[in-house]
């Protein structure tokens, strides 16, 4: 082979029941790129990042919570929640404050502007949602999110499974 490529494809050494489950995988990685792209282009239509629309959606339906807390939430470090947190305080559209019991502990509470900022942006956010979910049945819809909770609740109760 010129210049030491090797262009071969790799002949398939893994049963038919491994090529479904690493087909699931590209549809599931493909589907969730493409559903975050479309949301982040939407939230980026508020003057927001994908992050910072989590973390006043969590504060707008869940009341105050603790940063670790929002981590939980959204699936992120608490290094990424503060670097979020930081850029909602420069907008005046959230405020930390020390938990009076535990002083280690800080929590976000939504300011008077960040309760108008979601207030005025989420039924809009929830119509799009709800169009980009659109080319499935309403049955479909919810036993694709029954299935999706059951793998993801599978998935983190696999101590097998070399988590990080």
């Known amino acids: 082979m010129p210049n030491g490529w090797a ?17 699931l995988w590209i549809n599931l990685a493909r589907c969730y790129v493409t ?3 479309a949301v982040a282009c939407k939230v980026a239509e508020y ?15 869940l009341g105050p919570l603790s940063l670790g807390e929002l981590a939980e939430k959204l ?3 608490g290094g990424n929640v ?14 930390r404050e020390r938990s009076g ?3 280690r502990v800080v929590r976000a509470h939504l300011t008077t502007k960040g309760r108008a900022t979601i207030d005025a942006v989420f039924p809009g956010h929830v ?10 049945e309403p049955d479909d819809r919810e036993t694709l999110r029954d299935l999706l909770k059951k793998l993801g609740k599978g998935i983190a109760g696999g101590a097998d ?4």
């Open 75 to 77: 699936l992120v470090t």
């Open 47 to 61: 003057d927001l990042t994908a992050p910072q629309f989590g973390v006043l959606e969590a504060l707008y339906h």
């Open 7 to 23: 262009d071969e494809p790799v002949n398939k050494t893994w049963s038919d029941e491994e090529e479904k489950a690493l087909r």
């Open 82 to 95: 503060t670097y979020v947190m930081d850029r909602l305080e420069a907008q005046d559209l959230v405020v």
């Open 127 to 136: 119509d799009f949602v709800r169009g980009l979910v659109q080319p499935l």
């Open 35 to 37: 559903f975050s792209r």
């Open 161 to 164: 499974r070399g988590e990080c």
């Open 101 to 103: 019991d535990d002083r």
